[in-house]
């Protein structure tokens, strides 16, 4: 069939409409720290996909993000302490920008323009979109960083809803799916993460579970014990045991409790979270508590046993595809053993995974 010059002019101009839309850029401000942040993951995914941008950006504290680009639907970051975001707090009647100033800059390239900063109709917002506009016309969408009291839905899923919501995005459209990892595994992660090891004295080519006994909230964490006993069983099973633990940890944990874990097993501590996704790359399972590590883990596909007490699984488990967790929901979770959850955790660790067996 021959195209007629009209036919052309129309897949032109589809072509470009098309080159237009991909060209478009989304950012998300998310001051949240690292499990609020791999839970913003399928919302970035949802923006990229449903709405056909060229990427979306992620503006938070370098620390939990930067492990993002690469690994991640997230295209780039920037740290929130290198913006100036606090000047958007003001009242609006005072609020004042200069010609050319960064704060145009920072949003000048973004079509969309999602918010966990500041309140619906707040003063934020209202100087968001204010210094927005003053480069090009952006959509401005501010999402809270915690579900209601009341809320059902997982708060990943809540951050989606509320996007498709204000946005008019299909609710369709906004459904989160766990079947695949949030965060991929590179070969070079893979291979600093041996490195890690041989470094450690582990065996590479024997099962390793990760232990993570801490989280930023107490009232979050498993009583000590368990992890202990936990990690006696496994090692009595021939697998490696290695227990990770971050800044919190090391603080917190009196000077006994940090002895009997390293009597118990290995030990690694003040790992940055490049090196932490390095390690659990060479990883079988993670076990830990409500935190931002076991988020990861979940995030990176390993299986992952996340002990839960106070804290509502329904609303704040991890998202991956090999996802186990167990709940204590009585008092007793940060005070004292519980060997029927100790047991449930091993079994968890020791059956076989539905893709195959461990390493």
């Not at 993951?41 to 923006?47: D, I, R, S, Y």
């Not at 606090?86 to 969309?112: G, M, S």
Request: charged fraction near 20%; hydrophobic fraction near 40%.
């Amino acid at each position: 069939m021959v195209q007629t010059s009209n036919d052309i002019l129309s897949l032109l101009e589809a072509e470009g409409a098309q080159a237009a839309k991909e060209a478009q850029r989304g950012v998300i401000l998310q001051p949240g720290a690292l499990g609020d942040c791999i839970l913003t993951l399928p919302l970035v995914k949802v923006m990229t996909e449903a709405l056909g941008l060229g990427g979306v950006d992620l503006v938070g504290h370098s620390e939990y993000i930067g492990i993002l680009p690469g690994r991640s639907c997230v295209s780039s970051i920037r740290s929130i302490d290198s913006t100036e975001l606090h000047r958007l707090f003001v009242e609006p009647a005072k609020f004042d920008l200069a010609d050319r100033d960064p704060l145009i800059n920072t949003f000048a390239d973004y079509a969309w323009i999602v918010t966990f900063l500041g309140e619906p109709d707040g003063p934020f917002e209202q100087n968001l979109i204010f210094t927005a506009n003053c480069s090009h016309s952006a959509e401005i969408i501010t999402l809270s960083l915690k579900p209601p009291h009341d809320a059902a839905q997982h708060v990943a899923e809540h951050y989606v809803r509320q996007f498709a919501r204000q946005s008019g995005l299909p609710q369709d459209r906004a459904g989160i799916a766990a079947t695949e990892p949030l965060i991929r595994v590179t070969d070079a992660d893979r291979e600093r993460g041996l490195e890690l090891l041989e470094q450690r004295d582990i065996d590479p080519s024997k099962r390793l579970v990760v232990i993570h006994p801490g989280s930023g909230g107490r009232h979050k964490c498993w009583h000590i014990s368990n992890f202990l006993r936990i990690a006696q069983t496994l090692r009595d099973d021939g697998i490696e045991v290695l227990f990770l633990l971050g800044p919190a940890e090391v603080e917190r944990f009196e000077s006994i409790d940090k002895a009997r874990l390293y009597g118990a097993a290995r030990c690694v501590a003040h790992l940055s979270l490049s090196q932490v996704v390095d390690l659990l790359a060479c990883t079988d399972a993670v076990v830990g508590n409500d935190s931002g590590v076991t988020h990861l883990a979940a995030g990176m596909g390993l299986r992952t046993l996340a002990l839960f007490g106070p804290t509502d699984p329904a609303l704040y488990k991890p998202i991956g595809p090999a996802v186990t967790v167990l709940r204590d929901p009585h008092d007793r979770f940060t005070r004292q053993p519980n060997p029927d959850l100790q047991k449930a955790v091993v079994e968890a660790i020791l059956a076989p995974p539905s893709d195959g067996p461990m390493h």
